[in-house]
């Protein structure tokens, strides 16, 4: 999760570990893709924990990626489904644009396959079979994932598997 957005410079970030971010405590910073950080954070309302994705500062003063940002948020949101990371909440607040989505514990494919290389037969079946499902749901729906690779595959521990990115 460190590649640049196309045609941008590399961003520079200010963490927002120990931060209030509205009703969201931030804990600490889980990874940063092309357009946004992710943070681990905890919803003090419902009490539990969460993934707070910030577009990163560079890209929150260009309204067209604010919009894209907005729109893929709300897309994924709109997809109701097992194997699909759900999205709670997207806003800004002092100029931070953060969408709440739901965390997964167990980390991604790409953790995964770093760690012990490939997986079982069995596993990997496993994995394609919930992705497909994903996948499925989101294109009966006319959205397409336009990133699907092992970082925005995420591996629960009870061994259900989330798209993430949408």
């Known amino acids: 999760m460190t590649e640049t957005a196309p045609n941008q410079p590399q ?17 600490r910073r889980l990874g940063r893709g092309a357009m946004a950080e992710v943070y681990l954070a905890e ?6 924990q969460v993934a707070l994705k910030v577009l990163l500062p560079l890209l929150a ?12 948020a709300r897309a994924a949101a709109a997809l109701v489904h097992p194997n699909i990371v ?17 965390y997964v514990a167990g980390g991604n494919l790409q ?23 994903a ?21 629960a521990p009870s061994g259900e598997v989330k798209v993430a990115d949408f």
């Open 111 to 133: 953790q995964l396959l770093s760690r012990e290389g490939p997986p079982s037969t069995k596993l990997a079946l496993a994995i394609i079979r919930q992705v497909g499902a």
């Open 61 to 72: 003063t260009d309204t067209t990626y604010v919009k894209r940002f907005q729109m893929e």
């Open 43 to 48: 919803h003090d309302s419902l009490h539990r």
């Open 11 to 27: 961003a520079t970030f200010h963490d927002l570990t120990g931060r209030r971010l509205g009703d969201y405590q931030v804990l």
């Open 135 to 155: 996948l499925s749901k989101a294109a009966s729906v006319s959205i397409v994932h336009r990133d699907i690779k092992p970082e925005n595959i995420m591996l």
């Open 86 to 102: 759900q999205i709670y909440e997207v806003g800004c607040i002092d100029g931070i644009h953060y969408s709440a989505q739901e």
